[in-house]
């Protein structure tokens, strides 16, 4: 389980993350939402390491990892799917997938059937560069080349941006999927209330770097939350 607690976080003088606090179990889906600009994607940095927070503690079961480095968090099972998808453009497909081998042993550097089943359109494009795929292909293969690493933690920070409909409901649908193996928590930053809360298991609502509502997606008041999303 991902522990994160009491976290505050700074960019030169602005505290842009405040007491901040979430957990996330295998096999649920806690979803984080809020406006452009309150701090989900600090968060989710902070989370897999790309920047140090000066609070708190963020812990994966019982180890503290808030002192790791990003390279031994992925070693651990940490893997994210950043915003703007950022596969690389001039390697074909299969060499954006083999880019996941990173953190692996030797062992397991192996491209699983499952992530051809997962995103069949994959297997047909192995040969294209990544940058010939339309949006919705790009986030499809940053998703599978995330779950090459075999992560205990899947970080997704707003996967449905840009995309078009019919391929939003094929990664709600790999999404589910995912969580229902029961071996992966799944921490997904959305702004898109519908698909959010067609998958959440659990919902943390952040305004101005603080956590302003949270609570299992039974008991959150959809009216309330929707609030803090309106412009």
């Not at 790309?50 to 390279?71: F, M, N, Y």
């Not at 497909?93 to 081998?101: A, C, I, M, Q, Y």
């Not at 069949?120 to 795929?133: A, I, N, Q, T, Y």
């Amino acid at each position: 389980m991902l522990n994160v607690e009491g976290i505050h976080l700074y960019y030169g003088a602005s505290h842009t993350l405040r007491n901040v606090s979430l957990n996330a179990e295998p096999g649920k889906i806690t979803c984080v939402l809020g406006r452009n600009g309150v701090g989900k994607t600090s968060l989710l940095r902070a989370i897999m390491g790309l920047k140090d927070i000066q609070r708190g503690r963020i812990a994966w079961g019982e180890t503290e990892v808030s002192r790791l480095a990003p390279h031994e968090r992925a070693r651990r099972g940490f893997a994210l799917v950043p915003q703007g998808r950022e596969i690389f453009p001039r390697l074909s497909v299969l060499e954006n997938l083999k880019t996941g081998f990173a953190p692996l042993p030797r062992s397991l550097q192996t491209i699983e059937d499952e992530i051809y089943e997962l995103f069949p359109v994959l297997k047909s494009m192995l040969g294209r560069r990544g940058g010939d795929l339309s949006g919705g292909q790009q986030q499809q293969l940053a998703i599978a080349r995330a779950l090459i690493t075999r992560p205990k933690l899947l970080i997704l920070d707003e996967p449905t941006e840009g995309i078009q409909p019919s391929i939003i409901k094929d990664i709600e649908r790999v999404i589910r999927k995912l969580a229902e193996r029961g071996d992966m928590a799944i921490l997904l930053v959305e702004q898109y209330f519908d698909f959010a809360s067609a998958l959440a298991d659990k919902f943390v609502v952040m305004e101005r770097g603080e956590v302003v509502l949270a609570g299992d997606s039974g008991a959150v008041d959809e009216e309330e939350v929707r609030r803090y999303l309106t412009v």
